[in-house]
């Protein structure tokens, strides 16, 4: 595989955050791809999981990546940032088209992979809204390259000729592309943001409305037009369709939560930059929940119980812009 015609070995692997993968002789030579490479990791992590919504599609797209990136004369890279987001991009839009096809006989609704996030993600209201499931959701009915030109201009704020570059579209056609993708999503997009305070006290009264069994608090909290969904892939009990409205959800959550025999504790964690509860059964991951809050209420839950969806979520994973 190439890129801009230059021979990329086959056996170099991609280095894992704050590590050095060995090299030539030289080390000042050999140290400085795997440096540049490592310095950029997590936003080149970011800008594939957002184009994505997997972080195991991500990671493979950064091993890709790193595969081009150590056959490149390091002499004829003017910006390296720029050109590590070029080759992730298009990484990223051949995994997408593909994984698109995947989706189509995938079982049962399907939801973004979930992570767990710094606390301080959450800060960051830009970075955390937009790696929110609710947003990838939404990314999610755009077209391939709409959604890479959304993400690599509205998230990460490049300029249009580095994106023209980066989707093989002229400087003209970006413009038009990323217009009709603003407007798509801004039709889509979740109503409004709130301030980690805001959400962190609408979460603590969610989580003892559902811990304690009050119906009452549980319907004070929830929005009266919430929404929930999971994911199950087939494997575990799902929801098949979403289940709309605060009467309706509040006893979905007291069904599942109650369910006899059945030993279910919550921990708060930072899900997608937002909080959310890791789900335990009889002491084993059972799946997580993210919430969005919108005006103190909860909007929006999110459950994925796939356990290839589960896999990351003993560690947190770094995001950046």
Do not use: C
């Not at 959604?147 to 413009?175: C, N, P, Q």
């Not at 789900?279 to 809050?293: C, K, M």
């Amino acid at each position: 595989m190439t890129e801009r015609g230059v021979r990329t070995p086959r056996t170099a692997e991609p280095p894992a955050p704050g590590t050095l993968v060995p090299g030539p002789p030289s080390p000042d030579a050999a140290d400085q791809p795997t440096e540049t490479f490592v310095a950029h990791r997590n936003l080149l992590f970011t800008v594939a999981y957002e184009m994505l919504g997997s972080a195991a599609d991500a990671e493979d797209v950064l091993q890709e990546a790193w595969l081009r990136w150590v056959g490149v004369d390091p002499g004829h890279v003017r910006d390296p940032r720029s050109y590590l987001v070029r080759i992730v991009t298009r990484q990223a839009l051949d995994r997408l088209r593909a994984i698109g096809r995947r989706r189509e006989s995938y079982v049962g609704p399907w939801l973004p992979e979930p992570l767990l996030t710094a606390p301080d993600v959450a800060e960051d209201v830009e970075l955390a809204e937009n790696v929110s499931m609710a947003m990838l959701l939404v990314l999610e009915t755009l077209a391939p390259t709409e959604r890479a030109v959304f993400v690599l201009r509205e998230v990460f704020g490049l300029d249009y000729d580095e994106i023209a570059e980066a989707v093989g579209k002229s400087r003209v056609t970006v413009r038009q592309i990323a217009h009709r993708a603003r407007a798509h999503v801004a039709a889509r997009r979740p109503r409004g943001t709130v301030s980690p305070a805001e959400a962190r006290a609408a979460f603590h009264a969610f989580q003892r409305a559902v811990q304690t069994g009050d119906m009452q608090r549980l319907l004070d909290i929830l929005a009266p037009d919430v929404v929930a969904l999971s994911d199950g892939g087939g494997v575990r009990h799902a929801l098949l369709r979403p289940v709309v409205g605060a009467g309706k959800v509040a006893r979905l959550l007291a069904s599942v939560w109650y369910r006899a025999g059945v030993e279910r504790s919550v921990e708060p964690v930072e899900v997608n930059g937002a909080p959310g509860l890791l789900v335990r059964v009889n002491g084993e991951i059972d799946g997580v929940l993210a919430i969005r809050f919108d005006g103190g209420r909860v909007t929006g839950l999110y459950g994925v119980r796939n356990p290839e969806k589960l896999l990351r979520l003993h560690r947190e994973t770094a995001v950046s812009r």
